[in-house]
């Protein structure tokens, strides 16, 4: 009988170790499957435009190209006023992260430079003048409307919009922090900076 209670005794002991073990590694891949959904959802969120920019910008355009053809048949040209939105913001599938899986932390170790994510443009053609046997054509057009936005987009960097997209960056971190918070984790970008002339620090 006295053998019989020592049997009981041992294998609760025993049953309780192995548990323990099983319940300790539940758990542990249970916050590593948290860590790794918290991430895709933040990378999930793809592109967050914080800054709009508009531009309006006078294109003349004139046939240069074949150019004794054109005194023959007469030259084409037109002015293009152009209006556009540009969108500056951040895509977040380029950020880089790790997570502390024991104190529950996602750290966020590096955050992409803001980049145009959009342009909506809108073309007016004004003073369109065409030579007798040399027309607009469908590709005379499509290639001003693409030059026509080439010049919107190359005066992008000298607008100041990156600049103070970069500025914006805390209130994408922010949107991250919340994101993470929703289940109890916590976002550490403590360590970030913020690339610029200055290299400053993020502070909350």
Not at 15 to 42: C, G, H, P, W
Not at 50 to 70: Q, R, V
Not at 137 to 142: F, G, K, Q, V
Request: a neutral charge; one cysteine or more.
């Amino acid at each position: 009988m006295e053998l019989l209670f020592i049997g009981l005794a041992i294998g609760a002991v025993a049953a309780y170790f192995i548990f323990a073990v099983f319940n300790k590694e539940r758990s542990k891949s249970k916050t590593n499957e948290q860590s790794v959904v918290l991430m895709d959802k933040i990378k999930s969120v793809c592109k967050f435009i914080s800054i709009e920019g508009d531009f309006s910008e006078i294109y003349h355009y004139e046939n240069m190209k074949e150019k004794y053809l054109s005194l023959v048949l007469g030259k084409k040209k037109a002015i293009v006023l152009v209006n556009a939105k540009a969108h500056i913001g951040f895509d977040l599938s380029k950020i880089q992260m790790q997570s502390d899986n024991e104190h529950k932390k996602i750290i966020l170790t590096n955050f992409p430079q803001p980049e145009l994510l959009t342009i909506e443009t809108d073309f007016k053609y004004y003073d369109k003048r065409e030579g007798w046997a040399n027309p607009f054509t469908t590709s005379d057009l499509t290639d001003i409307n693409r030059d026509a936005k080439k010049a919107i987009v190359d005066k992008i960097p000298q607008s100041g919009l990156m600049d103070q997209a970069r500025k914006e960056a805390l209130d994408t971190i922010v949107l991250m922090e919340k994101i993470v918070e929703t289940i109890g984790w916590k976002l550490d970008y403590t360590a970030l900076t913020i690339e610029d002339s200055k290299n400053k620090k993020i502070e909350k």
